[in-house]
């Protein structure tokens, strides 16, 4: 029994280490190709370059779904993690319910656009009342205002927030009241 598990072992073995060097040996192969023809191409005058193909891995986020219990919608513009300057849901969740104050002008602009948008919703969470938070990148430009603040039956403070985005003489505006829970986290009341 001892003897056919070591065989066994050794067999296995025998085999991955032949199919690695079958694979170096393709590898090895491709690359003095690829020597050889750049050579070639080197003789005729011509030097040619020959593109290095890499993989990017693309994350497909949903339009609506949550992170720890913060509902995240974005029906208009693009989909990614994190919010604002924050790339990663975990380091934005204090204001990932931002989300649900939207415009569909979000569809016209690009990400850096859109991200420099909600840095402006994050800086009006902390700036005075009335103080108009700007925005420009490429040709969208908006501005983000903390108009009213108050505390709400719950004890909690509340800001209600009116925002403005211009893309190529389009204007659209959105308005939102929300309240900084006990964690730290904003949440948008209706």
């Not at 070591?6 to 393709?26: E, G, K």
């Not at 700036?127 to 908006?142: D, Y």
Request: proline residues 2%; charged residues 25%.
């Amino acid at each position: 029994m001892k003897l056919q598990l070591l065989l066994l072992v050794i067999f296995s073995f025998s085999l991955l280490s032949s199919i690695n060097v079958q694979a170096d040996w393709r590898s090895d192969k491709r690359q003095e190709n690829r020597q050889d023809n750049r050579q070639d191409d080197r003789r005729n005058n011509k030097f040619v370059r020959t593109p290095v193909v890499r993989k990017k891995a693309v994350f497909i986020v949903p339009r609506k779904r949550s992170f720890r219990n913060i509902v995240i919608i974005r029906p208009f513009g693009h989909t990614y993690q994190g919010y604002g300057r924050f790339y990663h849901d975990n380091d934005a969740w204090k204001w990932l319910a931002f989300t649900r104050i939207t415009l569909k002008i979000l569809d016209n602009i690009n990400e850096q656009a859109q991200r420099a948008h909600e840095n402006a919703q994050i800086i009006a969470t902390t700036s005075a009342i009335g103080e108009k938070i700007t925005w420009s990148e490429g040709n969208a430009t908006g501005s983000v205002v903390a108009t009213k603040q108050g505390i709400n039956s719950s004890g909690l403070t509340c800001r209600e927030f009116q925002q403005t985005i211009t893309v190529g003489g389009n204007v659209e505006n959105a308005y939102g009241t929300a309240c900084l829970q006990a964690d730290g986290a904003w949440k948008i009341v209706q």
